[in-house]
């Protein structure tokens, strides 16, 4: 078997050569620079060069992003190295045989110097110094100032990027395959933009040395001639004026070419896709534009003076591009718009039939019977919008959204009734009257008018249904009718407070810690999970929700939850000492016009309780231990006083010794589960306090 079939057949041989040729042609590179070479390989390298060039611009066009390209630094100092190897390779040949004529330097230098300088070198140079002057102060100096910063900007992103994809990970939003790749892309962007900052100082010196050879050949050529040749000046200076021109030419296409490559490459930034997509896209998504542009050359076409065709041929095109583009984009949406409705008739489809949307269960979800449903129908857009402005507020007094709230109608429900669902379990439902209103009479007297009494379902208060025809005398009398809908979502947002907790769910928690500022989420990196771990967190936040305290100053929360969670483990505690820190924030949330009114528990009851709280040897609480008749006897006294304050029309809380507020809070809550329990270092200071009494 051949060697040439071996290698075919062996990618570690095809490997190994490939390696061998890549080093054979940097040496080449080198030995060029010391060892004179023929025109001939000389202009078979230029010509290497000028392809190269073209080669490394097609591809900084149509790649999708910068990192496709990364290799670009290294081609870049292999091109550059090139172009320098040829150019001292050029100068040997100018300065040694320039005397000979125009062709001494090779056909490739000889066929630039008679196409670009017709003639005469004095167009040559000229020429030659626009090219450098393009190259070097223009695309060489933007496209090193773009590199700069974005390398900058890129070393600078790097921690809060690497945090970004640490949170992701932990949130479990991406795998650890996924991240690995992310962090790689990140490495490799990081050294992709460092490599170009310093890449961009090999074509900036490029054009310093085009220039500093270019000099070099025409004054070096001209004394040599003249010494060593017995050339006339003018002619030496013809000559290698020519010649020089010509080589400086044949080698600054090259580099301007790539120096263009660079800056396209690095001014790609963070767009995707290739130049002509993330130009000519952009460009032309604004239709508007397009036709002002239009127009204007249209009116220079018929200014006195200038020509018409120059300015209305492109006029017309650009005009009739931006008729077009808002029909192509309409196209595009109504096609995307139907299959992206095909997509989701598919996928409902699916989901119709996977056994796994069956066990899928509403967070919260309202019920209605078929009576009531063909009722709220009729008024849906106004129940959607009704219950987003409940999210909304819920939102703004506690701090966290809660679940989208799923609206219903079954068959097992009776007609009239409705249900609330929270995580598909009924935990209220009523009975609504069509054609009726609801009269809340509480205390005071009836109306005058013909009504079944019943209870107000979210707050238990006497109440009246109503025929709407008596609406008018209901007003009279100074009574306030209530739809079917406001008794609904009232009573479904009473719900809901009830049972907020529930509600807040671990990635609920976790989107709120990812919203907080960096350093918030450092604090958080610090106590979770080596003081506390966010189960822990989050049972933190359900305990303050139970008790209607909103969690909507986190930062405050989560300073308290940092100062205490190293020296206690118990969420009960934890909550204690979060509450005396945000005392300001849930006294002003129980105020009304600055004060605070309160009910205490009285001496009796608070030795009563403090008698009760059972220590170890530290003195710490390990237990309530106290007679259940006086837990009894708590309940009924507290009952009549509190049922009395609220006849009265207040607003109040009751406030107890700090030790002993969550076991009176356990007791109050069963009978009053919306009354609020306060302890006395939970009353700011500077808010004013009017006690109503106390209990016992």
Same mark, same amino acid.
């Given at each position: 078997?051949?060697?040439?079939?071996?290698?075919?057949?062996?990618?570690?041989? &095809?490997?190994?050569? &490939?390696?061998?040729?890549?080093?054979?042609?940097?040496?080449?590179?080198?030995?060029?620079?010391?060892?004179?070479?023929?025109?001939?390989?000389? #202009?078979?390298?230029?010509?290497?060069?000028?392809?190269?060039?073209?080669?490394?611009?097609?591809?900084?066009?149509?790649?999708?992003?910068?990192?496709?390209?990364?290799?670009?630094?290294?081609?870049?100092?292999?091109?550059?190295?090139?172009?320098?190897?040829?150019?001292?390779?050029?100068? &040997?040949?100018?300065?040694?045989?320039?005397?000979?004529?125009?062709?001494?330097?090779?056909?490739?230098?000889?066929?630039?110097?008679?196409?670009?300088?017709?003639?005469?070198?004095?167009?040559?140079?000229?020429?030659?110094?626009?090219?450098?002057?393009?190259?070097?102060?223009?695309?060489?100096?933007?496209?090193?100032?773009?590199?700069?910063?974005?390398?900058?900007?890129?070393?600078?992103? %790097?921690?809060?990027?690497?945090?970004?994809?640490?949170?992701?990970?932990?949130?479990?939003?991406?795998?650890?395959?996924?991240?690995?790749?992310?962090? &790689?892309?990140?490495?490799?962007?990081?050294?992709?933009?460092?490599?170009?900052?310093?890449?961009?100082?090999?074509?900036?010196? #490029?054009?310093?040395?085009?220039?500093?050879?270019?000099?070099?050949?025409?004054?070096?050529? %001209?004394?040599?001639?003249?010494?060593?040749?017995?050339?006339?000046?003018?002619?030496?200076?013809?000559?290698?004026?020519?010649?020089?021109?010509?080589?400086?030419?044949?080698?600054?296409?090259?580099?301007?070419?790539?120096?263009?490559?660079?800056?396209?490459?690095?001014?790609?930034?963070?767009?995707?896709?290739?130049?002509?997509?993330?130009?000519?896209?952009?460009?032309?998504?604004?239709?508007?534009?397009?036709?002002?542009?239009?127009?204007?050359?249209?009116?220079?076409?018929?200014?006195?003076?200038?020509?018409?065709?120059?300015?209305?041929?492109?006029?017309?095109?650009?005009?009739?591009?931006?008729?077009?583009?808002?029909?192509?984009?309409?196209?595009?949406?109504?096609?995307?718009?139907?299959?992206?409705?095909?997509?989701?008739?598919?996928?409902?489809?699916?989901?119709?039939?996977?056994?796994?949307?069956?066990?899928?269960?509403?967070?919260?979800?309202?019920?209605?019977?078929?009576?009531?449903?063909?009722?709220?129908?009729?008024?849906?857009?106004?129940?959607?919008?009704?219950?987003?402005?409940?999210?909304?507020?819920?939102?703004?007094?506690?701090?966290?959204?809660?679940?989208?709230?799923?609206?219903?109608?079954?068959?097992?429900?009776?007609?009239?009734?409705?249900?609330?669902?929270?995580?598909?379990?009924?935990?209220?439902?009523?009975?609504?009257?069509?054609?009726?209103?609801?009269?809340?009479?509480?205390?005071?007297?009836?109306?005058?008018?013909?009504?079944?009494?019943?209870?107000?379902?979210?707050?238990?208060?006497?109440?009246?249904?109503?025929?709407?025809?008596?609406?008018?005398?209901?007003?009279?009398?100074?009574?306030?009718?209530?739809?079917?809908?406001?008794?609904?979502?009232?009573?479904?947002?009473?719900?809901?407070?009830?049972?907020?907790?529930?509600?807040?769910?671990?990635?609920?928690?976790?989107?709120?810690?990812?919203?907080?500022?960096?350093?918030?989420?450092?604090?958080? #990196?610090? %106590?979770?999970?080596?003081?506390?771990?966010?189960?822990?967190?989050?049972?933190?936040?359900?305990?303050?929700?139970?008790?209607?305290?909103?969690?909507?100053?986190?930062?405050?929360?989560?300073?308290?939850?940092?100062?205490?969670?190293?020296?206690?483990?118990?969420?009960?505690? =934890?909550?204690?000492?979060?509450?005396?820190?945000?005392?300001?924030?849930?006294?002003?949330?129980?105020?009304?016009?600055?004060?605070?009114?309160?009910?205490?528990?009285?001496?009796?009851?608070?030795?009563?309780?403090?008698?009760?709280?059972?220590?170890?040897?530290?003195?710490? =609480?390990?237990?309530? #231990?106290?007679?259940?008749?006086?837990?009894?006897?708590?309940?009924?006294?507290?009952?009549?006083?509190?049922?009395?304050?609220?006849?009265?029309?207040?607003?109040?809380?009751?406030?107890?010794?700090?030790?002993?507020?969550?076991?009176?809070?356990?007791?109050?809550?069963?009978?009053?589960?919306?009354?609020?329990?306060?302890?006395?270092?939970?009353?700011?200071?500077?808010i004013e306090v009017e006690s109503l009494g106390t209990i016992s």
């Amino acid at each position: 078997m051949s060697n040439a079939s071996l290698s075919a057949q062996n990618p570690v041989v &095809r490997t190994s050569m &490939r390696d061998i040729g890549f080093a054979v042609g940097i040496v080449v590179i080198l030995t060029v620079l010391f060892l004179p070479i023929p025109p001939l390989a000389i #202009d078979i390298g230029l010509a290497i060069s000028i392809a190269l060039s073209v080669l490394i611009l097609m591809v900084s066009l149509w790649i999708q992003r910068p990192l496709e390209f990364s290799s670009f630094p290294t081609i870049l100092l292999i091109a550059t190295m090139l172009r320098l190897a040829l150019n001292v390779a050029t100068t &040997r040949l100018i300065l040694s045989h320039g005397h000979e004529g125009s062709a001494a330097a090779g056909s490739i230098i000889n066929g630039f110097s008679k196409l670009v300088m017709s003639g005469d070198f004095v167009i040559g140079l000229v020429i030659f110094g626009i090219l450098i002057t393009v190259n070097f102060l223009v695309i060489t100096k933007g496209a090193s100032r773009i590199a700069e910063v974005g390398a900058r900007f890129t070393l600078d992103a %790097i921690p809060g990027k690497q945090m970004a994809i640490d949170a992701d990970l932990a949130a479990g939003l991406i795998n650890d395959k996924e991240a690995f790749t992310r962090r &790689r892309e990140l490495e490799e962007e990081s050294s992709f933009f460092g490599a170009m900052d310093g890449a961009s100082k090999f074509v900036r010196g #490029d054009a310093i040395a085009g220039i500093i050879i270019t000099a070099v050949n025409i004054f070096g050529g %001209i004394i040599i001639g003249v010494t060593r040749h017995d050339m006339a000046l003018g002619d030496a200076a013809n000559a290698f004026v020519r010649l020089s021109v010509g080589d400086g030419l044949v080698t600054q296409i090259p580099a301007l070419i790539v120096s263009l490559a660079a800056g396209l490459l690095v001014s790609k930034g963070g767009t995707r896709g290739t130049a002509e997509q993330t130009v000519l896209t952009q460009l032309g998504h604004y239709p508007r534009a397009l036709s002002v542009t239009g127009g204007l050359l249209f009116a220079l076409a018929f200014v006195p003076g200038l020509p018409f065709i120059a300015f209305a041929v492109p006029g017309g095109l650009i005009a009739f591009v931006a008729y077009q583009i808002p029909r192509k984009i309409a196209l595009e949406r109504a096609e995307q718009d139907e299959t992206r409705a095909r997509e989701a008739d598919v996928a409902k489809l699916v989901d119709k039939d996977s056994v796994k949307e069956s066990l899928k269960t509403a967070e919260i979800e309202l019920c209605l019977g078929k009576q009531l449903a063909t009722q709220m129908l009729t008024s849906h857009g106004e129940l959607a919008h009704r219950v987003s402005k409940m999210r909304r507020k819920f939102a703004q007094q506690y701090g966290f959204v809660v679940p989208d709230i799923k609206l219903s109608d079954s068959l097992g429900v009776a007609a009239k009734d409705y249900q609330i669902k929270i995580h598909g379990t009924v935990v209220a439902q009523h009975e609504l009257r069509v054609g009726e209103v609801l009269v809340i009479t509480g205390d005071a007297g009836q109306p005058d008018v013909p009504g079944d009494a019943v209870r107000e379902p979210a707050f238990g208060l006497n109440a009246m249904w109503i025929s709407q025809s008596f609406i008018n005398e209901i007003e009279r009398d100074g009574f306030t009718p209530i739809d079917n809908m406001s008794v609904m979502l009232t009573h479904l947002s009473e719900v809901i407070r009830n049972n907020l907790p529930q509600l807040l769910s671990y990635k609920d928690m976790r989107a709120l810690i990812d919203r907080l500022d960096p350093e918030y989420k450092r604090l958080v #990196d610090d %106590i979770c999970p080596s003081h506390i771990s966010y189960s822990g967190l989050q049972a933190v936040l359900k305990l303050l929700l139970a008790e209607r305290a909103s969690i909507r100053n986190l930062n405050l929360i989560l300073e308290a939850v940092a100062e205490i969670a190293p020296h206690v483990r118990r969420a009960e505690q =934890i909550v204690e000492h979060v509450r005396m820190r945000i005392a300001q924030q849930i006294c002003g949330d129980l105020a009304e016009a600055g004060t605070l009114k309160v009910l205490r528990l009285g001496n009796r009851w608070d030795l009563a309780f403090h008698q009760g709280l059972k220590r170890d040897g530290k003195g710490d =609480i390990v237990e309530f #231990d106290i007679d259940p008749r006086l837990i009894e006897e708590f309940s009924g006294e507290a009952t009549a006083a509190i049922r009395q304050r609220m006849s009265q029309h207040h607003a109040f809380a009751i406030v107890t010794a700090p030790e002993a507020r969550p076991y009176v809070r356990l007791i109050v809550e069963r009978l009053f589960p919306a009354l609020p329990v306060l302890s006395h270092v939970e009353i700011s200071r500077g808010i004013e306090v009017e006690s109503l009494g106390t209990i016992s």
